[in-house]
């Protein structure tokens, strides 16, 4: 939604979605704002604890199937397997959605990594669409006041309509926007620690042929999953940016995300929103 920096300040329940790549501070942001009056309301665990909850837990016992003394005692019923899932820990998420590429490194094939890709979008709407009974929700059963929507990093590859639309009819949208030193470290971090991610369909098509032209392998399943996503991080970045101004110049505000470190207290916050709404 729009509006002026008096009508924030002045609004009462305020609901604000945060945008931006993972690592550029949203749940940091959101972890600042006083717990006793804003529930941080996370996308990320939303489709962990609903909407992937069973696919999580299922390849997880896949995985454990494949030891004898746990396939035995999983078979037995002698124990169970569950995940715990915090806004602070979303790695059974990450494992899920895995890596394409060669099976002996725990890479996926095309077409399981494209169906749990399928998936992960479809968790993702789902959860966005969400946020309008959770404002309330939030309000009415937990009595919190204002509400923040730690969006996640894929948000704005969805392509869905109707999802963006309850986030700009419910929230107000902040977009926080790294500058070129931020990028830079988060492309290092991909490259030290290469994760999992979600990528939209063509993007996926277009540069898995790129990367196998330009190393020259025969087929995906001889890629090494870490050496892709190494490989395709910057690119990624590069084909999300253009994505989130645009939905921030029509729908929301840009904030720069390096002042994410120079917030203290909500009052901070609120005077950074208000200048953006300036």
């Known amino acids: 939604m729009r509006m002026s920096r008096q009508q924030f300040m002045e609004w009462p329940s305020k609901a604000i979605t945060l945008l931006g790549m993972s690592g550029v501070g949203k749940t940091t942001l959101a972890n600042k704002l006083p717990k006793s009056d804003w529930f941080h309301y996370s996308g990320d665990y939303r489709i962990g604890t609903k909407y992937l909850a069973e696919p999580i837990l299922d390849n997880i016992k896949r995985q454990a199937m494949q030891i004898g003394f746990l396939r035995d005692l999983l078979r037995s019923d002698s124990i169970y397997i569950s995940s715990n899932i915090t806004v602070d820990n979303l790695d059974p998420i990450a494992t899920f959605l895995g890596k394409i590429g060669r099976a002996d490194r725990g890479g996926l094939s095309v077409e399981e990594f494209k169906y749990r890709q399928r998936l992960h979008r479809e968790a993702e709407i789902g959860a966005m669409k969400d946020v309008a009974q959770f404002i309330d929700k939030a309000k009415e059963i937990y009595g919190y ?134």
């Not at 986030?167 to 492309?187: G, M, S």
């Not at 025969?218 to 395709?232: C, L, N, Y």
């Not at 029509?250 to 203290?264: C, E, F, P, Q």
């Not at 009052?267 to 950074?272: I, N, R, W």
Request: with cysteine.
């Open 145 to 278: 006041e204002h509400f923040i929507n730690d969006a996640g990093g894929s948000i704005c590859e969805l392509g869905d309509d109707e999802a963006i639309g309850v986030l700009v009819e419910h929230t107000l949208i902040l977009y926080l926007k790294p500058d070129d030193a931020l990028e830079r470290t988060l492309i290092q971090r991909a490259i030290d620690h290469p994760k999992p991610m979600y990528y939209q369909a063509e993007f996926l098509d277009k540069h898995l042929a790129l990367y196998l032209a330009e190393t020259k392998l025969a087929a995906p399943d001889e890629i090494d999953p870490d050496e892709f996503a190494r490989w395709v991080f910057p690119r990624l970045l590069e084909h999300r940016r253009p994505l989130y101004e645009s939905i921030a110049e029509r729908y929301g505000y840009t904030i720069d995300a390096d002042a994410v470190a120079t917030i203290d207290s909500e009052a901070d916050f609120l005077e950074l929103v208000g200048a953006a709404l300036e």
